[in-house]
């Protein structure tokens, strides 16, 4: 399964990993992902991976 939300899409970025010496490697940024069970409009319940960002808007929007 990939890392990506199901709802906004939003998955890995990449950067670097910068030290003291400012040397740089390569790193991914993943997105904070949550599985939570959302209730449809038929009344059955479907797992979604959605990120912490997405959950909350959707609080805020009464969707959950």
Do not use: Y
């Amino acid at each position: 399964m990939s890392r990506k939300c199901q709802i906004s899409g939003k998955g890995p970025m990449t950067g670097n990993n910068v030290s003291h010496a400012h040397n740089k490697t390569k790193r991914r940024f993943l997105p904070n992902l949550r599985t939570v069970r959302i209730q449809q409009e038929d009344g059955t319940t479907k797992k979604m991976r959605v990120s912490a960002k997405e959950l909350r808007t959707m609080r805020k929007k009464g969707i959950i």
